[in-house]
């Protein structure tokens, strides 16, 4: 158990020591995907969904889920976060949405966790709102998709 970083010696949760880390820019993205019957596409597309501007709220909510990940995920570094973005784009082939977030900031660890919860938020947002349409919908293939910076460098899926 000692090889585990969220564990000291006598196996007792704790947050990992990043102040010997030297700050750099980190960029996570992850991706996620919501699919849904076509008829759910085709209403959000036409804007006649019962709970109005899906899109546009679900990507906010990533957005504030991002900023909020520290108080989500036991252990997690609270971050000074520069630039947080969320798309949802429909697809047909899905059929859904998939939903892509960017996040960055300069400092001793990563963002990974912060995209992630930025796309799993974005996702459940889109499934709250159009549950009244559509009850078969499914949230899946939530990932990093690329993170950059700190010491173990560039990694793209």
């Known amino acids: 158990m000692s090889g585990l970083s969220h564990l000291d010696q006598a196996g007792r949760a704790r947050m ?68 947080v973005a969320v798309r949802i784009e429909p697809d047909e082939g899905v059929p859904g949405f998939t939903v892509t977030a960017e996040v960055k900031t300069v400092g001793l660890t990563g963002v990974e966790m912060e995209a992630l919860t930025a796309v799993s938020v974005a996702c459940l947002t889109l499934f709250d709102m159009l549950k009244a349409i559509d009850r078969t919908m499914v949230i899946g293939g939530v990932q990093v998709t690329s993170k950059t910076g700190g010491k173990s460098g560039s990694w793209q899926a």
């Open 16 to 83: 990992v020591d990043v102040s010997g880390k030297s700050p750099t820019e980190r960029i996570a993205t992850a991706t996620g995907q919501l699919t849904c019957l076509p008829a759910t596409l085709a209403a959000v597309a036409a804007g006649t969904t019962p709970k109005g501007a899906v899109v546009q709220t679900a990507e906010l909510a990533g957005i504030m889920a991002a900023k909020r990940t520290a108080e989500l995920i036991p252990l997690c570094h609270p971050l000074p976060l520069t630039k």
